[in-house]
């Protein structure tokens, strides 16, 4: 819980016969289509109902339609109907539930929530997993319809399960105390004849196991079983490939119920699926799956011409031997209004390339989760790396208060299972940048393009992983990559292209990457030539325009950690200068506190020590400069109190302590006899 997460909508359900004029109608506004059609879900007839709650899930899928719907107290009109007689019913209203917690954002879900969806959704969840009445809908009308009612209204209503505890703490304590494992591992079950139900249920499961220590004591042998089982299982699909993922990471989430005795092997059985989903070209996938769809598509086209000329043929022949009346246009034969002749084309191909990067990301995402013994949110993360108060130059591997310095939480068994799984090399590959030619044809198909900002959000993930690799572990886990050759790497992502990136979300990424980077090879003494000067400025200049603070606060880091390298070596003053100035700058100007003090933090990094850097201090007036800033920097501590979380004030105070002690220090070099011969 607590991540991002993209919208799932279910598939609009189309109204029945009869019913397509006033769906029309509906879209007038003037109309009010959301009284009209709350109106109508109490309607005797189950095929008005059905068409209400169908036309109610496509509308909920804009947001502007959605505050309508809740003024009208849409949840309360559409949760009773969760265990409406009509199995139709029940699906179409669960969709579109479904939809509103997708759509509608964390204050939706807690307000669904507290308008008590909760009763009837667990009621029909249990339900389905008895088995629901068989005798609601007719073994031929089953057959007809070619359709699962009892999976396929689970399936709607572990999604909405889903969203609902994704957002809201109320929703997971309910989870827990209702006994809702029990039919989610029931349906995750089902992952040999219904893998999308299993699917769904494992996203759900993963998101109610994240940080829930209440729900551990629910998990015995049996259930484990269950997991065990699905993880095993032998289908090679992508859709097979990502619910393995997914359950490896429920697995991940209630390792505090392993055996001590277990947990290398369960972590070696986890780290072996993330390294079969991250193995596969996910470029290459789509280039060989549209080459599929194109030859599939082709061959129901032939097909159909072909079966129409014989049906043609046919007809003639009967009509010749024995003089069978026409059917008179207008009339319907039998079977043209079934649903499925209204259902959208088969896009098989691309959900399997949908569920393969799915599970590339989950992966990457759990991976992050082993790197780190804490799970700090992005903005705490980056605040957390001020220098030691006592010593400016002091490494932050031995502050024991940096989250991000945190060292390595696996054990060696398991770190050599993340060597043999060669997980390091992999991840380093995902930070490539997309293949152009699966890029061009996302590009040129409007149904495949969704796919360009997964593949975007798999190589920021990638970064991320790479970031953490490179802060928590030894030069042995990065599989044989030297710093330098990634170095190299990084340099070409961010400056292949004639102009810098400008998405804030790769620009975090590879920022963060790139300063882990640079923190790493300063530690270890080891000198960077793959990001020039003139490249390395272009980019503090580029991020400083950034409306992300992550991006700010990992650009003056990173010229921070350049400065202090500087500050060793010999005729860096001018260098140093520029440098001194232009953190001086970010330090007094900038609106976020939080970035603030990391500029000072990296300026204590720069002016710390050296003869260079007492020089450059002295030319730029560092002192006096710092002097003043002071109580502006206690006020703007005063004043935002409020808008800071306790952790980011901690740190905040820190910066402040260490302001003054660098005062005292840089005074005390002003009256070494050295420096005040320089200065006259």
Same mark, same amino acid.
């Given at each position: 819980m607590g991540k991002s997460r993209g919208r799932r909508f279910r598939q609009v359900p189309f109204s029945p016969a009869g019913l397509e004029q006033r769906c029309h109608e509906g879209d007038d506004p003037d109309e009010e289509p959301a009284a009209e059609l709350l109106e109508k879900v109490q309607h005797p007839s189950a095929e008005v109902r059905e068409y209400a709650c169908a !036309? +109610? !899930?496509k509308l909920l899928q804009e947001q502007q339609a959605i505050p309508a719907f809740l003024q009208r107290d849409v949840v309360r009109c559409l949760g009773p109907l969760l265990m409406d007689y009509s199995l139709a019913v029940r699906e179409t209203a669960a969709g579109a539930l479904r939809n509103l917690s997708a759509c509608g954002g964390f204050e939706v879900c807690d307000d669904m929530v507290s308008k008590d969806i909760m009763t009837p959704l667990v009621a029909l969840l249990k339900e389905c997993s008895t088995g629901l009445d068989a005798n609601q809908l007719s073994p031929e009308k089953r057959i007809e319809m070619d359709k699962n009612y009892i999976e396929d209204i689970a399936n709607e209503a572990i999604n909405l399960l889903w969203n609902v505890c994704e957002c809201s703490s109320t929703a997971v304590h309910i989870f827990n105390k209702e006994g809702c494992l029990e039919a989610v591992l029931l349906y995750m079950k089902k992952f040999s004849t219904n893998v999308d139900l299993a699917i769904s249920a494992a996203n759900c499961l993963q998101a109610v196991t994240e940080d829930n220590p209440d729900l551990l004591y629910s998990f015995n042998a049996s259930s484990q079983q269950v997991l065990e089982t699905v993880m095993l299982c032998p289908e090679s699909t992508m859709k097979h490939i990502l619910l393995r993922t997914l359950t490896a990471g429920i697995i991940w989430n209630i390792k505090g119920t392993i055996p001590p005795g277990s947990l290398g092997s369960m972590v070696n059985a986890i780290l072996k699926i993330f390294s079969e989903s991250l193995a596969i070209d996910a470029g290459e996938t789509i280039i060989r799956m549209k080459e599929a769809e194109k030859n599939r598509l082709k061959l129901a086209v032939e097909g159909e011409t072909e079966e129409n000329m014989s049906d043609v043929t046919e007809n003639c022949v009967l009509s010749e031997d024995y003089d069978l009346e026409e059917i008179p246009k207008g009339k319907v034969k039998k079977g043209e209004n079934d649903i499925s002749d209204f259902l959208p084309p088969d896009q098989r191909e691309? %959900?399997? =390339?949908?569920? $393969? $990067?799915?599970?590339?990301?989950?992966?990457l995402e759990i991976i992050v989760n082993m790197c780190c013994s804490e799970d700090p949110s992005d903005d705490e993360w980056e605040e957390l790396s001020s220098s030691d108060e006592s010593d400016f130059m002091e490494n932050s591997y031995n502050d024991g208060s940096g989250l991000l310095m945190s060292p390595l939480c696996l054990s060696d068994e398991v770190n050599s299972a993340f060597l043999n799984n060669l997980i390091p090399k992999k991840i380093l590959e995902k930070t490539a940048f997309p293949n152009s030619v699966a890029l061009d044809i996302c590009m040129h198909n409007p149904s495949w393009k969704p796919l360009i900002k997964k593949l975007n959000a798999v190589q920021c993930r990638a970064l991320t992983c790479l970031q953490n690799i490179l802060l928590v572990s030894d030069m042995d886990c990065l599989g044989g990559a030297s710093l330098q050759s990634i170095a190299q790497h990084l340099s070409q992502l961010v400056f292949a292209k004639m102009e810098l990136p400008t998405d804030t979300e790769f620009l975090e990424a590879v920022t963060s990457a790139l300063r882990a980077l640079l923190q790493t090879m300063a530690s270890k003494n080891i000198s960077q030539q793959s990001v020039t000067p003139e490249q390395l400025w272009t980019l503090c200049e580029a991020g400083m325009n950034s409306s992300s603070a992550s991006v %700010?606060?990992? @650009? =003056? !880091? @990173? $010229?921070? +950690?350049s400065g202090s390298i500087l500050a060793k070596g010999q005729d860096t003053a001018e260098k140093l200068k520029v440098i001194g100035k232009f953190l001086l700058e970010v330090a007094m100007k900038e609106s976020s506190l939080v970035v603030a003090g990391e500029a000072l933090d990296a300026l204590f990094d720069v002016f710390a020590d050296g003869k260079e850097a007492e020089k450059a201090a002295v030319e730029i007036r560092l002192l006096p400069a710092l002097k003043e800033f002071q109580p502006v920097f206690k006020m703007r501590m005063r004043k935002g109190k409020g808008k800071y979380s306790t /952790?980011?004030?901690? =740190?905040? /105070?820190? =910066? %402040?302590?260490? $302001?003054?002690?660098f005062i005292a220090y840089q005074e005390t070099l002003g009256k070494s006899p050295t420096c005040n011969s320089e200065e006259l």
């Open positions: !036309s +109610i !899930s691309l %959900k399997e =390339v949908t569920a $393969l $990067l799915m599970a590339q990301q989950t992966a %700010k606060v990992n @650009i =003056v !880091s @990173i $010229l921070g +950690i /952790d980011q004030l901690c =740190v905040l /105070d820190n =910066v %402040k302590m260490n $302001l003054r002690r």
